[in-house]
């Protein structure tokens, strides 16, 4: 039996109490990149900002599995990495903005425990920050709000915050407000404080820190740091949040029921640290977790109580195309865990050993000698992880299965060059393994399909079968549309003309749909067998 001793347990808890695991939801063009990067900057890891913006727009070297997403423009793979930040230590989680990538972006914030969300202010609440938000809510993940690129001509900063309450449904709290706007941005007061921070750019714009100078809206200089007319509209502004805003609470926000809302610009770095302070101030650190006990009991995996235990959140195969790993993203639960551990994997019932752990900061991969709930360890796959897998020193439970969505898009997919076969069905094997993919089989076994959340996964599908293993594949589009796994008899089950029933990786039965009338069409005929959407 494997006991934490007194001394150890206090070691977990100041180490986890230190961590803060996070992921930045947003629409794409928000700015989570710049914030990531400023992030990194005021950390004191980037003397001056660019490198993950750069690698972005492709100033840098990048690895091959990379090419798409600059080609695209968009962040297709999520992957964390892990920095200090004054007192503290970051995990950020990449999530995917693309809306194809649902379920790999579930994936990851199930790792966070709390989301930053990053809204433009000229464009207010976008399509993909509402689906992300959905999914924190889902999850009761607590959400901070930072209200970018106010260096711009955007919407006024009481229309944004009643957007986020009207669109997400959550009371919105204005921790600082702006000062300006567009070019006329000069700064934010901290409400609580009464504090105005007054910015001046320094000649190399956002990769250096602003000027800062820090003046008590009571105290007499306060006068000549603001033009009049801004002075005026902010009082108003401030006065009328007294009386109207809505009040902050810590309970309130780890609850999911309010979003401290802070104002600023990422390109300029105006309000951008006061938000990371605060961030760090607010944001949980590692929680209890729930599990399902071997009994079949559901217990709950304290972080600091529980000897090391983990979970894969994420697979991701050929990351350096010079080594063909694939790597397994752990989040650490309880515990704490030390490299070349062995540890019981639950699934597979057997021992394995975490050799060759590493956290990333951008590109780089550092080796990791110990980790704490909150932290997330990638692992050199040996082919024994799956998502969801639960790994531990003590056993007897497992994480909450991830869930998984159906597809929404089908298509039978096959090698250009029938003798490559052997590459393909590897390369599908994995892709399926990752998540990205579900893989089909008709009842008899003879014919593949593939599903997809969205098309831009197949694409995904069709680059990496080529650049990873060397095989151009013809895709042929079919016409179902939806999906549904199917409880009940299969032999008894009475399939509309239009659909189809076929096998899943794991050998569920799933029906596919050519439309939602055919669905139904299927449940009113089928009253003794259940449909399901997510599993
Ligand atoms: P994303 O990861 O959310 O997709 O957004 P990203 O940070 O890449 O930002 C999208 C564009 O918006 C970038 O410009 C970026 O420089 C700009 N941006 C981000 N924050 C601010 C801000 O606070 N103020 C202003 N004015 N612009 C901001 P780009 O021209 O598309 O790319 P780049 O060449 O600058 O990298």
Redesign the pocket.
């Known amino acids: 039996m494997v006991m934490l001793t007194t001394q150890m347990k206090q070691e977990i808890r100041a180490a986890a109490s230190k961590r803060r695991t996070f992921a930045i939801i947003?629409?794409?063009?928000?700015?989570?990149?710049?914030?990531t990067e400023k992030l990194l900057l005021y950390s004191g890891l980037l003397r001056t900002a660019g490198m993950v913006?750069a690698r972005?727009?492709g100033k840098l070297a990048a690895s091959d599995w990379m090419e798409m997403e600059q080609e695209r423009?968009?962040?297709i793979t999520a992957s964390a990495m892990q920095f200090p930040y004054k007192e503290t230590i970051i995990n950020v989680l990449d999530t995917p903005?693309h809306q194809d990538f649902c379920e790999d972006t579930y994936r990851t914030l199930t790792a966070a425990d709390s989301a930053i969300m990053?809204i433009d202010a000229a464009k207010g609440v976008e399509t993909q920050t509402r689906k992300l938000f959905e999914v924190c809510r889902l999850r009761k993940i607590p959400v901070l709000t930072f209200i970018?690129?106010?260096?711009?001509p955007g919407r006024l900063p009481l229309d944004l915050l009643s957007e986020v309450e009207d669109v997400l449904g959550i009371h919105a709290s204005a921790m600082n407000w702006p000062v300006g706007s567009g070019s006329e941005f000069l700064g934010v007061v901290e409400r609580e404080k009464r504090r105005l921070l007054r910015y001046t750019k320094m000649a190399s714009a956002g990769a250096a820190k602003p000027m800062v100078t820090e003046i008590g809206l009571d105290d007499s200089g306060y006068v000549e740091e603001i033009p009049h007319h801004l002075r005026e509209e902010l009082e108003h502004d401030l006065e009328l949040l007294d009386v109207a805003g809505n009040p902050f609470s810590r309970e309130e926000f780890q609850a999911g029921n309010v979003t401290p809302a802070f104002f600023?610009?990422?390109?300029?770095n105006f309000g951008v640290e006061v938000f990371f302070d605060a961030f760090v101030d607010f944001a949980p650190s590692a929680e209890a977790r729930s599990a399902d006990a071997n009994d079949g009991t559901e217990i709950t995996i304290d972080p600091v109580e529980v000897p090391f235990s983990a979970y894969v959140f994420k697979l991701q195969a050929n990351m350096n195309p010079r080594h063909r790993d694939s790597t397994a993203f752990l989040r650490v639960c309880s515990g704490r865990f030390e490299r070349d551990m062995v540890v019981k994997h639950h699934r597979v019932k057997s021992d394995v050993r975490l050799s060759r752990p590493h956290s990333m900061v951008a590109k780089d991969r550092n080796t990791l000698d110990v980790a704490y709930p909150g932290d997330v360890i990638g692992i050199i796959n040996p082919g024994v992880f799956q998502i969801g897998d639960t790994i531990s020193l003590t056993d007897g439970f497992n994480y909450k299965p991830l869930p998984q969505f159906q597809s929404e898009v089908f298509a039978r997919v096959r090698p250009t060059d029938t003798t490559k076969r052997k590459a393909f069905d590897k390369g599908i094997e994995q892709l399926a393994l990752e998540g990205a993919i579900q893989i089909f089989k008709s009842l008899d076994g003879l014919e593949f399909f593939v599903g997809a959340v969205g098309k831009l996964q197949f694409d995904v599908l069709a680059f990496r079968l080529r650049s990873e293993y060397r095989v151009e594949t013809q895709l042929d589009i079919l016409a179902y549309e939806s999906s549904a796994w199917l409880e009940g008899e299969v032999k008894t089950f009475k399939a509309p003309s239009d659909a189809l029933v076929v096998t899943d990786q794991r050998e569920r039965p799933v029906v596919l749909f050519r439309s939602p009338w055919s669905k139904n069409f299927a449940r009113e005929r089928n009253s003794d067998h259940a449909l399901l959407e997510m599993g």
């Open positions: 947003s629409h794409p063009d928000a700015g989570k990149t710049t914030l913006g972005k727009s423009g968009i962040s903005g990053v970018n690129k106010m260096d711009l600023g610009s990422a390109l300029t």
